[in-house]
């Protein structure tokens, strides 16, 4: 079996870790599927797979492999189609991690865009508020709040987030207006984490960053719930801004201490391959990056 053959039976593992799906996927027998991976492995001198009795799952070496594999065997489609005459059209799985709240206030439209222009492309979002290994995971495209560890990824901004202090005017009306950040010790504080019964929030102040510590109202399991409560009179929360946007374009929330708010922080578009980066992820990309930079929750300064 050539090279090309061994790479189509370990790609079929893509769309879900089973070879016995891979089997199918291939029309195939399940021991061709594991001759193959285990030849592969062999020559390699690395193992690809993890086996256990719940199934398989990719090692770090494998999850790097995979990744080339699908881009090399979608390369080498997109030629044959060129090579026809054919339009090479945007097509496959594509793995994209997001911030939690982005699929609600930001990406909706975004996405559902993409997925009308590109019907072949089939995406599998996470949401999580972290920075992943995006090679171990196999992301092919993420979008980070923050600023960037040192990296091989390619990185383009797309817009800046703060984190900012908010609660409704009924509440501001009947309880006051915090003017400086040690204000908030005789308010009804709103945090955005269980059982939290203390916040620590950072502030900006004569050039220096200052945290204040303070005693909770109430705590909430999730940021949403804590916006919510807020929204409610419940009292004052902290978050960043991208899921407050409707909420102070509408007048549900007001935003508070703004002169003592830590720097914006830049938000990114962040994948592997660069410019040998698949037809899915340079088209998820530039559509993305376009819809970003135009969103006004991605402005510097949205309130």
């Excluded at 193959?36 to 062999?42: D, G, T, W």
């Excluded at 690395?46 to 009795?53: G, H, N, P």
């Excluded at 089939?122 to 972290?130: E, M, P, S, W």
Aim: glycine share 6%; with cysteine.
């Amino acid at each position: 079996m050539d090279r090309y053959h061994e790479m189509l039976m370990f790609e079929a593992l893509s769309e879900r870790p089973s070879l016995a799906a891979a089997a199918r996927r291939l029309n195939v027998s399940g021991p061709t599927v594991v001759r193959a991976i285990a030849r592969l492995e062999e020559r390699l001198g690395v193992q690809l797979l993890l086996r256990s009795t719940r199934g398989v799952s990719l090692t770090e070496a494998g999850a790097g492999f995979m990744a080339d594999c699908s881009r090399i065997i979608e390369a080498i489609e997109d030629a044959e189609a060129s090579a026809k005459g054919l339009h090479v059209q945007a097509k496959g799985n594509l793995k994209v991690l997001m911030p939690l709240l982005f699929s609600r206030y930001v990406m909706t439209s975004i996405l559902s865009d993409y997925m009308n222009l590109y019907p072949e492309v089939k995406v599998f979002a996470q949401y999580h508020d972290r920075f992943p290994n995006m090679n171990e995971e196999g992301i092919d495209v993420a979008v980070l709040v923050g600023h960037l560890p040192s990296s091989s990824l390619i990185a383009r901004q797309v817009g800046h987030v703060r984190a900012m202090v908010c609660s409704s005017p009924a509440y501001l009306a009947t309880h006051g207006e915090p003017g400086v950040p040690e204000d908030l010790r005789d308010h009804r504080l709103v945090a955005t984490h269980a059982y939290r019964d203390r916040v620590q929030w950072g502030f900006h102040h004569n050039g220096e960053v200052n945290h204040l510590k303070a005693r909770t109202r109430i705590s909430c399991a999730t940021v949403q719930a804590a916006i919510d409560a807020a929204a409610h009179g419940a009292g004052i929360t902290r978050c960043l801004s991208y899921p407050l946007y409707e909420y102070l374009n509408t007048g549900r929330l007001r935003r508070v201490l703004q002169p003592f708010e830590l720097p914006a922080l830049p938000v990114h578009v962040v994948y592997r391959e660069g410019r040998k980066a698949s037809m899915r992820v340079r088209s998820f990309v530039d559509h993305i990056v376009e819809g970003l930079r135009e969103h006004p929750a991605m402005q510097p300064d949205a309130d």
